[in-house]
């Protein structure tokens, strides 16, 4: 799962937004650390600092020069490489003001790119195909540049390293057919290869590849919306014929039935990729829009609107995407989640939960035999009589000292007493040696649920948390579990299904919820909870006059889990003086109260914290939290901004416990309670006091990440300064920053 997170400015376009039939946008963004190298198309080179949006230096060629190729940035020296007038190459320092001044080398054949890799002499492409290195271009600029492609155009083209050498491919074109070239620089090796030929009639308007395992993994962006895979792989031998590359299609680009125009493509991992291109819609406007797609599953991830228009340009480096937007070039921060159809509909599980997954062969589930049919499943005839007599032959007081069977487990749970189950589970848990074992498991389960809901005296809840325990279950498993739990009110078993099961669904999820919030908390104090989830951040201490939880929002029982307020990691739970909130507000109301006690005891707390933790997908979990009451959401979100005040004061902005709670996680809960119940909230006297608070720690966290994010970039630039070995006895250094 892929999302969009922050995004901002970094500079102004030069070009962008120019006259119709023009080249627009940048010629070239190169980076180099946290910063990135800007070519526009005309004179100007401009290297920013991405962190600060601030530039770091500007240089510029003279009056009627042109820069024909971007600039870009030698590792190996840490000076920057342009080309101007398609022959004449300039190299410069950071310190350099005029390019005029700075070292020149005019080639004798046209160049196509330069490109520069870590550790490694930097490419030059020159548009005859031929690829020769920096070093050896210098030493004789005017060496003859032999002819590789005829009446062929480069089009894309993308260096890598592969076992600490170079590797370059380019992309090229003539009358409609496409060309793929792959050179080797040790030893020399060029291979050519030619794209397969298919019924469209549109042409790659975008390229994107990366290599892995000695093969180049090419996507190609085609003009009707088609996103095509192609596989380079690298030889070590010269091969005379021309090679066909098979292709396959990875996506269609559809939104709504439109076809997605695409005009740039990027790769953000090896299931996701981002598309800047324009869709027509309906009324023939056309919407130019950036988004990103799952190719694994062939979803649309995440989408954006640019109103103010685009050149289709678009880089992706490390977490940050550089899309040109109007005339800005905007820089969008994004994460991408495992790929997975878990992770797809929103049940990814949380690594720190410690869970651990078994993988369960469903075929056996078809097998012939009673451990793998449910027990009210028919059983062949000639099995059956067998069986029986090996079950009636358990049930004799010699074979109730071995373990027991799954067949003899299934046939007990039809009609044995709740202990007798009990005591043969153990026995059976023991051995967790058998096949199948968690196969087992989940059918055990499903027989018990059967019954409970069938016998509504019966409830063997310690079975239950035993089978869960054993750990490889999931909700789909066994379905009716947490329903019967719901119904039976066992806040226990619910705590571990929230705790173990991976995949259970929103409103499940939300009706445990419902329940842990209508139940009073000196009801839960006489109830099983696990409270290692609130140990390590609570002082529990239970007040002797709580009890029943009162209608009135005013009355909320005090309770006993206090909160220190002195400032610690930049925050205060005072409220800033600047504030644009009405602190009259604030004053008078009551929820104020949160601020020095929790609203709910220990062990609601746990409970809660067990909601936070569960997987879920936002757009299927906002219909379900509508479904709590008023009196609900306030309790709710007061418990959630007392987390919020607790995650704060600590350095690592986790709380510390097992299971630790983020900021990011705590927020996310806020914002969808407030999405869930935006005019209720808004028109609730009581809660006033409670937003104006939300607010207020809202912004006192942004301008602590505001000085945080400084403090940052002025460390990175005295890691850049470079120091004197041996500054004598004495000395007095100045840093500037």
Known sequence: MAAFCEEFTLCTVAGAGGSPGLPQGLLGLEPDGDSVLLTDRGRTVRLYKVSDQKPLGCWSVKEGQTITCPAVYNFETGEFIVVRDNKVLQIWKKDDSNLDKVFKATLSADVYQIHSLPQSEPLVLFKSGAVKRLDALLA????????????????????????????????????????????????????????????????????????????????????????????????????????????????????????????????????????????????????????????????????????????????????????????????????????????????????????????????TLQEDGLMFVQPDQPV?????????????????????????????????????????????????????????????????????????????????????????????????????????????TDVHLLQICLQKFPDIPEGVTCACLRTFLSIGDDDLTEMNVNLDSVAGYTDIALNSNVGKQSKDLDRYPARSIRMVTPIQNGFSSELPEDGSCDTNLIQKSPVMNTSELCPVGPHKAALLNAILHSAYSETFLLPHLKELSAEQVILFLQYLQYLYVKCSEEATTELPRILSLTINQIMDWICLVLDAHFTVVVMLPEARGLLSKLHKFVRAQVRLYSELNKIEGSLKELQKIQHTKDAGLYSIEVLKL
Request: one cysteine or more; glycine letters at 4%.
């Open 380 to 488: 062949p005839a000639k099995d059956a009589s067998k069986r029986l007599l090996k079950s009636k032959r358990s049930m004799g007081a010699k074979a109730q000292a071995e373990t027991p069977t799954v067949e003899q487990l299934l046939l007990s749970i039809k009609d044995s007493s709740q202990n007798i189950i009990e005591e043969r589970l153990m026995k059976f848990l023991s051995n967790t040696q058998m096949q199948d074992f968690q196969t087992s498991v989940g059918h055990v389960v499903s027989a018990l649920v059967k019954r409970c809901k069938t016998e509504q005296s019966f409830y063997p809840s310690s079975c239950l948390v035993h089978l869960i325990q054993t750990q490889g279950l999931s909700y789909s498993m066994c379905p009716d579990l947490m329903a019967v739990a719901l119904e039976k």
């Open 140 to 363: 004789a600029p005017q060496q003859i540049i032999e002819n590789v492609i005829s009446n062929e155009a480069i089009r894309w083209s993308r260096a890598f390293m592969e076992a600490e050498q170079p590797v370059l491919t380019f992309i090229t074109e003539q009358d409609g057919k496409c060309f793929v070239y792959v050179q080797q620089c040790n030893p020399y090796i060029l291979h050519k290869f030619k794209h397969e030929q298919g019924g469209e009639s549109s042409m790659p308007v975008s390229c994107a590849a990366y290599l892995k395992n000695k093969v180049i993994t090419l996507l190609c962006l085609y003009s009707n919306g088609y996103v095509y895979k192609f596989l380079v792989p690298l030889q070590q031998s010269v091969c005379e014929e021309e090679q066909i590359l098979l292709k396959s299609l990875l996506i269609r680009l559809e939104v709504s039935g439109s076809i997605l125009k695409g005009t740039s493509i990027a790769i953000l991992d090896k299931d996701h990729i981002a598309i800047t291109g324009c869709l027509d819609s309906s009324d023939s406007n056309v919407k130019e829009c950036f988004s990103i797609w799952n190719i694994k599953f062939q979803t649309l991830q995440a989408s954006k609107e640019l109103p103010r228009g685009t050149t289709g340009q678009c880089w992706c480096y490390e977490d940050k995407l550089f899309v040109t937007h109007g005339k800005e070039l905007i820089v969008i921060l994004y994460k991408c989640q495992m790929s997975s159809l878990a992770a797809a509909v929103g049940k990814i599980k949380d690594t720190q939960s410690g869970m651990k997954t078994l993988s369960v062969d469903w075929n």
